[in-house]
């Protein structure tokens, strides 16, 4: 699958211009060396990304909406799962090295923890759909401490930086309200509740795991709880 598939569909239909798409072809090295550079600093693959050609808004009231520059979206495909990382055209055109890389980097532990629930069979623990054998997933799991899973000092400063109580970069929110938003761009319009994913239990059964990938997560699961009693301690 090309990354940029649909950034290039979206350009020749005419939703992007030349300079906005030739921005993100330009730029989207940042996000390829990113995902380089967590998979060398986490020893594990990084699952499928894609760029989606829209800024992505979820809206609490008329008056109040976020961004979202990433997702992690669980895809049910035929009695499997697979995990696919969403990376918006506006996150490529304007942001940061170090904060594309961060983002990159939480998606990841999202990727992480929801691959651990699905080995443990755990999706059902945290939050209950209105059908008991469906599982649930959404953008507010717990995460692996980043410590536990990255080997690279300077990510996990821009990791701290970034989230430490959910990501703000007003700089960057700037520059997408502007040069994006209200440049008329495509956009996708979202409420929270619709940011979860419910997947059936039958899904979550035959979704194998690699095992070296398992035997990692358990690893990951001991280093986190020996980090987490470091600190109350």
Do not use: C
Not at 88 to 96: C, D, I, N, S
Not at 99 to 113: P, S
Not at 140 to 158: E, I, M, N, S, Y
Not at 181 to 204: C, F, Q, R
């Amino acid at each position: 699958m090309d990354p940029l598939k649909k950034v290039h569909e979206a350009h020749k239909n005419g939703l992007l211009p030349d300079r906005i798409h030739s921005l993100i072809v330009e730029r989207f090295p940042v996000v390829v060396s990113g995902i380089d550079r967590i998979e060398k600093a986490s020893g594990m693959n990084f699952p499928l990304a894609y760029v989606e050609p829209s800024v992505v808004i979820t809206n609490s009231s008329s008056f109040n909406y976020g961004i979202l520059f990433a997702r992690t979206i669980p895809v049910i495909s035929g009695e499997r799962l697979e995990v696919v990382i969403q990376i918006t055209a506006p996150l490529v055109a304007y942001g940061l090295k170090g904060t594309i890389h961060a983002i990159l980097a939480h998606e990841f532990l999202h990727y992480l923890e929801l691959i651990r629930k699905v080995s443990k069979m755990d999706l059902i623990s945290d939050e209950i759909s209105g059908n008991l054998f469906e599982g649930t997933y959404s953008d507010t799991q717990r995460l692996f401490d980043p410590r536990a899973v990255f080997d690279d000092k300077t990510l996990l400063l821009h990791i701290t930086k970034k989230f430490p109580e959910g990501f703000k970069d007003y700089k960057l929110e700037d520059k997408v309200v502007k040069f994006w938003i209200e440049k008329k761009l495509p956009a996708i319009n979202i409420t929270l509740d619709t940011n979860i994913v419910k997947i059936p239990s039958g899904v979550i059964a035959s979704t194998k795991i690699d095992p070296k990938l398992e035997a990692k997560l358990d690893e990951l699961q001991v280093n986190a709880s020996k980090l987490r009693k470091k600190k109350l301690y």
